[in-house]
């Protein structure tokens, strides 16, 4: 074990020049992935330092702007669960967030690090991609599709700070957590769902959050049974500790006929 | 004493002895307990399932100026965790077996985690591997093996007009007690090692420091601290942890704290039994029951520990409620190269259990009966005979708890959604209260009742309190023994230099057979008062009646001063989408013989029940190369308060005449009915059998997918 160099800035400037100037440092919002990882030893190469985000004010909130809805990447899952403009516009990114963690995680737990753990089971991320949202950086917007880049890879630059993530209104999404149990469980399959335009984003299916682009195919020639049928083979589930590839498959697939109200297989 | 007769406590839901303190937070569970001085512990283990240790090597270069390190050649006394057998080593020694890969091999101690953690980078082990063997079908070694007949089972039946055959699976259960293992080691005065620690017996740890340390009885001193729940998995697993932590304590020279945390604790500490339970029934066509020929296999782990106990409960328990002329039960339990099984709530009876139930489902459909009228026709009665040839004298409650379940249960409602199959399925059980056969009469539980100069009466037990009421119901039973009120009555604490050994907080016995001790001596306090002055004591130790006859090596007698008997009856919900199975409604219905805490029994059942729905449904363990790959919170669950079902309990009181106040046992009996009625259940919503629990999503989807064949009945 060695020291860790604690890092709180006041706000996003000050919190741009101490990113870009710390070798080996790591944002820290909520913790609840990072602060695991650092207990177990597996978070490697151990961070020299961290940089403690989650009271940065431009980093906090849930708000309208520019015609999107705009979520701080430090504001917490209960702030965005609290919110009524996150209620209104993006009821699907809501009903994700209730599903994560129990409700300590939830004060805690971020968008921002969802989307910098970058696990495929993230539950809140096929929502982003259902919705087409933006990841804003300290220096660029990412459009959610271009974020994911391989197991636990992301696009951001090592010295690059998420700020916050934009949706776009008007979209109606459909979500379905599938877990072990009620509450406070992994996501064995994790699915949102848009039919206009055709978005079909799944988790816990392949080494990233994906959107199904065969599904998807289907969906926009308004062609539901076609897209159920398309998706077993967008997904690459595996076998694991939560569950198996073919039961993901199966579920994948029956979650997304529920999801579009297809009709039942003949 | 004043003269008015005190309000009686026994029946009444009083306040619980420790309540206040653990709900305001004040309760001192081990790793609460500041000591002076003391460094912190860690057990070094195999990272192999099976093989020889050929080498120990320290880094040469790291400074183990302030680490102590413990291997067995540091052992003072015989290097065996006392219990049944003498298989299972403290550490395993230099050119010693490795029979799973959690095996202990070295311990280390220093002031501070960071160093210890440090160190354990800096040793080295060497291993001879050898070929493992993790599944029943490879397993040779026995453990043990058990007969019981009663009759005789045809091997041809032909005058047998239908024959069911059955073949069910069980799987391995973490207790998973809100507290993990730990225990802090103290060096005293005179040789003499004090631990504190989280148990539930704190004899067997005595027992079992004795040994390994070459202690005297005063020089071990065991101290039970509050335990955050036990579950049997501190039934015998807090001696090993003892031992190594009194070894460091002992080359130290000072305290030493050995707490696991939940990740060691999951993958290094006993589970439930996994096995496979094999039925053959026959009946006549008009549901008579003729024979049950059953063959129990228990999977026991790398070591012996209780599983020769557990299977004999579970053999003793696989015929079900059920009156058969013809039984033959044959069990064995076999040796793998996984972390050892142990005591869990239920103790085999679950396991058998199950498939007895579901036997009686299966034969009710082959021959198109009901379950319910099936069960009414088999169920033991005031005057039967179990599968020992135990003849039922009393406190029969079978036909009383199948009526009052399906009484309270209401009608089944279909789902309003589309995609969501309901079903209802029940189950009838018992459960034997106290030890199996002769185990009460070798013991001789003692207790000791002193009344003291200030008015005020003692009880010293080593029966703990793990949750499940004991340091509340003791002084329920004596105050109404010696008509005082409550508060005139308090507890010594569990501290083998205080209190005489009333035996192992275990077996369904501590308010049935240890509460009846405290009622008698408090009865025989009461009557030497009217004549002596405090302080005075009594000590009651148990004896067996004349009438109670068993027969350890034939099997045959009376395996249980009495049983307690619960019908549950429960409703799923069955997503066809996902396969997930939610259990919406439990009614249970159980004899209890007499409620002493009506709020403590509900609550025990609640608890219990609960922990055979998630046994019943998500609770799985798979094993991987000998290791459990659901060694941490994350991946090993159990259902949340919003996968509870809604719960109800019936308590039916049919007295029990040697239980206190008419009470018997039942701390068990909750674990034993949820799951064969849950996949009772999952049949009537789906018209799919499973005969494996747990009934993952992933089995119950494959089989309504009809993907993989989970049906295996042969029927003749």
């Known amino acids: ?263 039942p297989r003949p | 004493m004043s003269s008015t007769t005190p309000q009686p406590a026994v029946g009444r839901s009083v306040p619980r002895r420790e309540g206040a303190d653990k709900v305001a937070g004040r309760t001192r569970y081990t790793d609460d307990i500041a000591v002076q001085g003391a460094w912190y512990g860690k057990t070094v283990r195999s990272t192999l399932p099976k093989g020889r240790v050929r080498s120990i090597a320290l880094d040469p270069a790291f400074d183990w100026g302030r680490v102590v390190v413990v291997t067995a050649d540091d052992i003072p006394g015989e290097n065996v965790v006392h219990l049944i057998r003498d298989d299972q080593p403290v550490l395993a020694p230099n050119e010693g077996e490795i029979r799973h890969r959690e095996e202990p091999i070295l311990l280390l101690a220093a002031p501070d985690r960071a160093l210890l953690d440090d160190a354990a980078h800096h040793i080295r082990i060497e291993y001879e591997t050898a070929e493992p063997v993790y599944t029943l079908d490879q397993a040779t070694e026995v453990f043990s093996t058990i007969e019981i007949r009663k009759g005789e089972v045809p091997e041809d039946v032909e005058d047998v007009e239908a024959v069911v055959e059955r073949t069910f699976q069980v799987g391995l259960q973490e207790q998973l007690y809100i507290e993990p293992q730990g225990a802090i080691a103290i060096p005293e005065p005179d040789g003499a090692i004090k631990v504190i620690g989280s148990l539930q017996c704190p004899y067997y740890v005595h027992r079992a420091l004795k040994r390994a340390l070459n202690l005297t009885d005063e020089q071990a001193i065991v101290v039970q601290a509050e335990t955050g729940g036990g579950f049997g998995g501190k039934e015998e697993y807090p001696s090993i942890v003892a031992i190594h932590a009194a070894l460091l304590a002992r080359k130290a020279g000072r305290p030493v704290r050995l707490i696991y945390d939940r990740h060691e604790d999951l993958a290094a500490t006993t589970k439930r039994h996994p096995g496979v339970i094999r039925h053959r029934t026959g009946v006549k066509k008009d549901g008579t029951l003729l024979f049950q020929d059953i063959e129990i296999v228990l999977d026991g782990g790398a070591y012996c520990t209780l599983t020769p106990v557990v299977f004999s409960r579970a053999a003793i328990h696989a015929a079900g409620a059920y009156s058969c002329p013809n039984v033959r039960i044959q069990a064995r339990a076999a040796a793998t190269n996984t972390p050892p099984n142990g005591a869990f709530r239920g103790f085999g009876a679950p396991q058998s259990l199950f498939a007895a139930e579901l036997m009686v489902e299966h034969v009710a ?94 009880i010293l037990t080593a029966s703990t309190e793990i949750g499940q009421g004991t340091k509340t119901i003791f002084c329920q039973l004596a105050a109404d023994a010696l008509g005082v009120g409550l508060d005139q009555v308090v507890l010594a604490p569990q501290d083998t230099s205080l209190v005489p050994d009333s035996g192992p907080t275990v077996a369904s016995r501590t308010a049935m057979i240890v509460g009846r001790l405290v009622q008698d001596a408090a009865t025989a306090l009461k009557q030497r008062l009217k004549r002596e002055a405090p302080p005075l004591r009594v000590e009651k130790a148990y004896i067996q009646p004349d009438s109670v006859h068993w027969d350890e090596t034939t099997y045959r007698g009376d395996a249980y001063p009495v049983y307690a008997w619960a019908c549950t009856i429960v409703d799923v919900d069955v997503d066809t989408t996902t396969g997930e199975v939610h259990v919406t409604d439990l009614v249970t219905a159980v004899d209890c013989g007499k409620a002493l805490h009506p709020v403590m029994a509900e609550g025990q059942i609640e608890g219990g029940s609960l922990q055979a729905v998630g046994w019943a449904t998500i609770e799985e363990i798979k094993v991987k190369d000998g290791g459990y790959q659901n060694d941490r919170l994350a991946t090993y669950l159990i259902p949340t308060a919003l996968d509870a079902p809604r719960i109800r309990t019936i308590l039916v009181e049919n007295p029990y005449s040697r239980g206190p106040f008419g009470a018997k046992g039942i701390g068990e009996l909750p674990m034993d009915g949820p799951a064969p009625a849950i996949i009772a259940a999952i049949h009537d919503a789906t018209g799919v059998w499973l005969d494996e629990i747990p009934a993952t999503p992933e089995k119950v989807l494959a089989a309504l997918n009809g993907t993989r064949e989970t049906g295996n009945g042969k029927q003749s």
Request: charge should be positive; include cysteine.
């Open chain 1, 1 to 263: 074990m060695h020291d860790v160099t604690y890092l709180r800035p006041t706000d996003l400037k000050d919190a741009v020049r101490l990113y870009r100037s710390t070798p080996e440092c790591r944002p820290l919002a909520g913790g609840t992935d990072l602060m695991v990882m650092l207990h177990a030893g597996t978070f490697r190469p151990a961070p020299r330092a961290v940089l403690d985000v989650w009271s940065i004010p431009e980093l906090k909130g849930v708000r309208r702007t520019q015609g999107m809805l705009e979520i701080g990447a430090a504001e917490s899952y209960t702030g965005m669960i609290r919110s009524r403009d996150a209620h209104e516009h993006a009821p699907a990114l809501v009903a994700a967030a209730r599903t994560i963690g129990a409700a300590q995680i939830q004060n805690r737990g971020t968008l921002g690090g969802n989307l910098a753990n970058a696990s495929p089971a993230g539950d809140t991320l096929p929502v982003l991609l259902a919705y087409d949202a933006v990841v804003v950086t300290d220096r660029r917007a990412i459009p959610i599709d271009q974020f994911f880049t391989g197991y636990r890879r992301t696009a951001l630059q090592p010295d690059e700070l998420i700020v916050a993530v934009r949706i776009p209104l008007g979209r109606h999404v459909a979500f379905r957590k599938v877990g072990t149990r009620a509450a406070q469980a992994i996501s064995k399959v994790v699915m949102a769902v848009s039919r206009s335009p055709a978005r079909v984003a799944i988790g816990s299916v392949a080494e990233v959050p994906l959107r199904a682009a065969r599904a998807e195919a289907a969906l926009a020639r308004n062609d539901a049974a076609g897209a159920v049928g398309a998706v077993a083979d967008d997904i690459r589930p595996i076998n694991d500790v939560r569950s198996t590839a073919a039961y993901r498959r199966a579920v994948t697939q029956n979650v997304l006929r529920e999801l579009l109200h297809a009709p």
């Open chain 2, 365 to 458: 459909e082959r021959l198109g009966m009901s379950s319910v009228d099936l069960r009414r026709k088999w169920m033991l009665r005031v005057g039967d005979t179990t599968a020992t040839g135990q003849k039922l004298t009393e406190s029969v409650g079978s036909e009383l708890v199948l009526d009052a379940a399906l009484k309270a249960a209401s009608t089944v409602q279909p789902s309003n959604r589309p995609t969501v199959r309901r079903g209802r399925g029940l189950s009838l059980v018992f459960h034997g209260s106290g030890f199996t056969g002769s185990g009460e009469k070798k013991l001789q539980g003692t207790i000791a009742l002193e009344a003291l100069p200030d008015g005020t009466f003692r």
